[in-house]
Structure formats: C-alpha cells, structure tokens
C-alpha cells in the first residue's frame, strides 16, 4: 500500500475516532508528538528522504524537516547510542531500527548502557529514549530476519518493552513511550502494519504502560498473547466459539514490561485455564515466564498445566511449507486450546 | 605555544596532579584492604593529561569518560571525598554507591560518567554533543577513551557521525601503551592512533600527555574549533601507567621494570615541579602542597568510612523515573520469591 493512500482520515481532528491502518496510527502518534515537543526527533536509517523501510515516517521530514527526521548512516550502534546520550541532556529521540533482528548489533547501547543509566548513577540522569522497531514472521524473510527478541528485552531491568497489536494501541502506547522518562522500546510487527481499525483522534489518546486489556471475554480458557500472536489467537477463539462452542478469553498483554499479572490472574481465575502464545521461542521466552508466574499465582485455580506455544526452535526456513510449519499458526493455537481443555 | 600558566596557576594545578597520585595510592592501599572491591583502574603517571585537558575545559563542557575514571573527576572539580566514598560503596558517594570506581558522576559539573564497556561510551558522548546542537549550545564534549577503544567498531561508527553530522566533540585517546596488556602496535594497524582521524575528514593530533602546558594549550585549541566551528576532532594524548591495568593487575607480565622505571625518570609531576622551580616557586611552597593534599585524602578516607551504607529498602531506588510505580503495580502476582520486597518496595519509580 502506497503511503498516500494511507492517510488517516483527519475531517474531524481531535474527537471521535478514524479507521486507519496501524502504520498510518503509528504515524500519526509520530506527527502528534512531534507537534507537541520540540525535543522529539526522530533518528534512523531512511526514515527521511526515503520516507521509511516501511512507510511508517512518510510525509515527516516533508513536514518537520531534516533536523527533526533525521536520517543515519547504517551504523546502529552509533546511532543507538547517540539517541542515549541526546536523552540524558533531555532530548526526547525516537529511533527507528528497520527490524528488531539489527537492533543486536546495538545490544551494548541498549542493555549495557540505556538500561543502566537510571540505577547505575542513583537517579541523577534519566534516558527518556524511545527505540520503535519491527519484528514479525511469515514473510519468507528467513532464519537472520524472521526473529522475535522480545523476551531479552523484556528480561532487562531498566527497560520497558511495549507490543501493540491493533492500531489503537500502537499510537496510544507508541505516544505513552514517547512521554515516558526512561527508555521504552516498541516493537511493532510487520504483518500488522496494513491491519485497520479505529484509532482515537484525541492527541491526548494515550495508553497507559503496565495495562493489558481484555480483547476477548471468555470463559473456558484464557489465551495470554501479545504482538502478533494475539491476531491470531483471537482469529482461533472466534473460529472456536463458531465451530465447537468454546469460549476462549483472550488477554493481550499489550506491555511486556511492566507486566500486567493482574489482569492475567484475574482471568485465569475466573476460566481455570491457561495457554500462552508467542511468536519467539518459548525457551526461557516470554511464555516461560508467564507460565511461571501463572503456576504461581494462580495454583489453586488451575484445572490444567499452563501450556504454551510459540515459534519451533529452529533458525526459520526459507521453504514456505517449512516456514508455516514453524510458525505458532493457527492450527496449532487450535490445537494446544483443545489440548488444555482435554 | 600560548602564554605559559602563571605561578600561582601552575602551584594550583601542581596540586590537583599530586591529589590524583596521592589518591590513586591511597585507593591501591584500600583496595588491597578490602574496603574497596571491584574493579579498580588507576592513573598514576597520566596526571598530566587529566589536570592537562580539564583545565582547557569550560565550566559548562560535558565530560565522559571511559573506566579509568578517578583522575578525570578529581581534576574536574568532584571532591575526594565523594570519590573515595563512591569507591567505597557509601551513600555520600558521587554516584549514591551505585555505581562505584568505574562509574563515577558528577553532572553538576558535566561529568556524565565513567562507562565500563571499552568504547561504549563514544556513540553515548556523541549523542550528547548532538544535543548540544539541537539546542543551539556553545558547548563542548570531551569524550576520553584508551587506546584499546579505538578498535572498537564504536569508535568508527562514532567518528563518523560527528564528522558527518559536524558535532562539537572532542575524542581524547589516552595512549598508555596497553590496553590491558596488548602494546599498541600488536593492537592497531596504525599505531600513530590519530591518523586514524583521517578516515572522517577529522583533524587529529598527538600531544605529550606528560607535559601539561602542551595538554593544555593543544585540548584548549581543539575544543575552541568544536565549539565556534563545529570541528570535530581526535587528540592523542601519549602518557604511560605506572601500575597495571587495574590494582588486580602486577603489571609486569607485558613489560620491564627498566620500562617503567624509565618512564617514571621523566614523570610528569617532576616536570612540573621543575617547571615551578624555574618560575620562582620555593622548597616550601612545595612541600606545603604535599601536606595539604597528605590531609586532604586522609580526610576523603574519613569521610568515607564513616558514610552510611545506602538503605537495602533503597536497592530499585533511581532505576526508574518517578511515577513509574504505578505502571509496575500490577506485576506483582506470582513474582520470584523476594522480588516484592527487594524491588517493588525498594523503591522502584518513587
């Protein structure tokens, strides 16, 4: 899709809400912050003349100029890490990586340092950082391109890692990340970016970190997703309730961390089952230690072993069938739901 | 050559090398000790470059440093007291006891920190000096770093972009000879590290690090081009450690005593002292610096014991910005055995 096909729907500004695609919502929490503080700019590999590896920073430096979209060399650790130093003299930098498999060889800015800056100095300097970058699977991109960090990231105190999955969420959490004090980084997913749904006008639409919500209300299951995985999962809950009237309860995590266990627990409490989904892998992954903290919060309550599914822990294939079958799709998600409920 | 520092100013900065040397020895004793842990890099003999570049220093530049920290921030200002205590783990320490001898802090005079990982700290100090830009500031960045660092790939992607992007930074490559305990030139392709400025357009220069007038004269020319110019730049400031890589380290593994005791005939705190005789200076205004700076560490070793340790119901305290309690409030169910106690009430984004 064409960015200028893409541009939200602006003829009622600030009330209401326009259906848009969650590029053109990201986009739009990008020209919202950009408006509101002259500290933030935004800083990245051909987010400027070439408009974005994905279209996400079009028509921006047409309209804030190049000093505020600011493109880079290919050099993701000095720019990383130059994004660090402008937020601790108060910038406010937005730094986009083309896909989360590049932001490794940054790794030492963003854990060594980013992650460090608050505790490690006593709370004199804060680093109000943003790093926004795409992970996603599917695409036939293969074993160095089709990899979903998360869990590292999210596994690093001193960081704060956000997984919008609808549009709604990726301009209010992309705009939460963007006001907040201390580095956040959010992962977006490719093959969401050309998803639609109704986005909040409101420049103040803001969600708030550490809140998941509720996407689907169930009672037989609770499927604990983020990211992509949560698309799915409520694609295999309505296929469920149609087909075999199962009523699966999908909570998306939306902030990996913080984490909201509450909402988890909750319920969990109230279905007695639980299974997590992710797109990486599940060893000392994201649903390892959800299922953790389920088994403990939730002992009493559970009728079943937590169980979890995510990516097959191979480098992925390039071979289309091989690369399906890796993929937690949605006849696994089907699957693992009919397996928990036995 | 600009015009030689005065008397008055030359007894002055006599004063903090000797600080730094009678610092560094009195750390190496504590350590030995066990009051001091970690890691513990010293500078004695490259108190010429640190006295040297912070004086060309404005009040308001930003300095960062790599590990080797202790020298930088005592010539910056930060009191002994503070330093020693931070090496001791304390609550009056500069960096709270969080941090320790290779993360020292003192923002108050635009120290933004000693950083561990070799190089790490040269995409961070060049985003600083972006900043500078970005909001119009005639200030500079003073980025130190050994000679190690420059064969990181930070320090390409680094130069690069103040080059690029005409930053007011100025890379300071303390040469010491050894990173570790790899001489240069089984280090480096190109020993002479300041040419390797030449690949970003940059100037770069090398300056006796042991002659604090050209230190002075040479950093005060560099960071003046920064600043009014935006020129970036590199200078290599030669030096030698009379200790081992840290106190860990004998130092004798990689190179001769004969080495070292060569060096230490041309120290650079003697050729100071010389230069002060010459103008004028009397036995007695230099020994009563030696007494003052015996007392003044004796005092930061005070100072330090007797600083409370910080609270362990403090542990999170600082890690996230205020308010950010409320965004982890909900974290809480089913969390690690302790993990309540120790981080979400330590503290943590209040």
Redesign the interface.
């Known amino acids: 899709m064409s960015p200028a096909t893409e541009r939200p729907q602006q003829a009622e500004p600030a009330t209401g809400s326009a259906r848009m695609t969650y590029r053109e919502a990201l986009r739009l929490a990008l020209r919202e912050e950009l408006a509101r503080d002259e500290r933030v700019?935004i800083m990245g590999e051909e987010v400027g003349v070439f408009e974005g590896s994905y279209k996400v920073t079009a028509g921006l430096m047409a309209e804030f100029g190049a000093?505020r979209v600011r493109d880079?060399?290919i050099?993701e650790?000095?720019?990383?890490?130059?994004?660090?130093?402008?937020?601790?003299?108060?910038?406010r930098?937005v730094v986009e990586i083309m896909t989360l498999n590049f932001l490794l060889v940054a790794m030492?800015?963003v854990v060594?340092?980013a992650a460090k800056i608050?505790?490690?100095?006593?709370?004199?300097?804060?680093c109000?950082l943003v790093i926004r970058t795409p992970n996603g699977a599917g695409n036939q991109l293969t074993a160095q391109h089709s990899q979903s960090f998360d869990g590292w990231f999210a596994g690093t105190?001193?960081l704060?890692v956000v997984t919008p999955a609808n549009p709604a969420d990726a301009k209010g959490l992309l705009k939460a990340a963007i006001r907040?004090?201390?580095p956040v980084l959010v992962i977006e997913n490719l093959p969401i970016y050309k998803e639609k749904g109704d986005v909040p006008l409101d420049p103040e639409h803001v969600v708030?970190?550490?809140?998941?919500a509720v996407a689907r209300e169930g009672s037989d299951i609770t499927i604990v997703a983020h990211s992509f995985a949560t698309v799915r999962a409520l694609h295999v809950a309505e296929k469920l309730a149609s087909e075999q009237g199962i009523q699966a309860e999908v909570v998306d995590l939306r902030?990996l961390r913080?984490?909201?266990?509450?909402?988890?627990?909750r319920s969990v409490a109230k279905t007695n089952r639980a299974l997590c989904v992710e797109e990486g892998w599940p060893s000392y992954g994201v649903t390892a230690e959800l299922a953790?903290?389920?088994?403990?919060?939730?002992f009493d309550d559970l009728d079943a072993p937590v169980e979890r599914i995510g990516m097959a822990e191979v480098p992925l294939p390039y071979a289309k069938n091989l690369e399906t079958a890796a993929m937690p799709n949605e006849d696994r998600i089907a699957a693992a739901v009919l397996s928990v409920l036995g | 050559m600009a015009i030689a520092p005065a008397k008055t100013d030359l007894l002055e900065l006599y004063e903090q090398m000797l600080l730094i040397r009678v610092f560094e020895t009195e750390a190496e004793r504590q350590y030995k000790a066990a009051r001091i842990g970690g890691y513990c890099h010293l500078s004695s003999g490259q108190e010429a470059t640190c006295v040297g570049v912070i004086e060309a220093m404005h009040a308001n530049d930003l300095l960062v440093t790599g590990y080797r920290a202790h020298g930088f921030a005592l010539a910056r200002g930060t009191s002994p007291e503070a330093v020693m205590a931070e090496l001791f783990g304390k609550r009056d320490g500069c960096?709270?006891?969080?941090?320790g001898s290779m993360?020292l802090?003192d923002?108050e005079r635009g120290y933004?920190?000693g950083?561990?990982?070799v190089g790490?700290q040269?995409?961070?100090?060049?985003?600083?000096?972006?900043?500078?830009v970005?909001?119009g500031k005639q200030q500079a960045v003073v980025c130190e770093l050994g000679d190690g660092a420059v064969n990181m790939?930070?320090w390409h992607?680094?130069l690069?972009?103040a080059a690029?992007w005409k930053l007011p930074i100025v890379f300071l490559v303390v040469n010491n000879k050894y990173g570790m305990g790899t001489a240069v030139d089984r280090a480096s392709a190109e020993p002479q590290l300041h040419k390797r400025a030449s690949a970003y357009r940059m100037h770069g220069e090398a300056v006796d690090g042991d002659e604090l007038e050209a230190v002075i004269d040479t950093t005060a020319r560099l960071l003046d081009r920064a600043r009014d110019a935006r020129e970036p730049a590199v200078l290599e400031a030669i030096t030698y450690r009379y200790r081992g890589h840290s106190v860990a380290d004998a130092g004798l593994a990689y190179r001769t005593r004969e080495e070292i005791s060569e060096h230490q005939e041309h120290d650079p705190l003697l050729r100071t002292a010389a230069r002060l005789r010459e103008a004028g200076a009397s036995t007695d205004e230099l020994r009563a610096i030696d007494e003052r700076v015996e007392e003044r560490v004796e005092q930061a070793v005070k100072f330090a014991s007797e600083s409370p340790e910080p609270d362990v119901d403090s542990l999170?305290?600082?890690?996230?910005?205020?308010g950010?309690d409320?965004?982890?409030?909900?974290?809480?169910?089913?969390?690690?055995f302790g993990e309540q106690e120790l981080?979400f009430d330590g503290g943590l984004g209040k």
């Open positions: 700019f000093d880079t060399p050099s650790e000095g720019f990383v890490g130059a994004g660090v130093g402008a937020a601790m003299l108060g910038e930098p030492d800015q060594n340092h608050g505790a490690m100095f006593g709370g004199e300097v804060r109000p105190p001193g704060k907040d004090d201390d708030p970190l550490g809140r998941a902030s913080p984490l909201d266990m509450e909402t988890v627990a953790a903290r389920i088994s403990k919060a939730c | 960096a709270h006891g969080r941090g993360h802090l923002t933004y920190g950083w561990g990982i790490g040269l995409p961070l100090a060049t985003g600083l000096a972006l900043a500078l970005r909001q790939g930070a992607e680094s690069n972009l690029l999170a305290w600082g890690m996230h910005s205020q950010s409320v965004q982890f409030e909900r974290m809480r169910p089913g969390s690690p981080v």
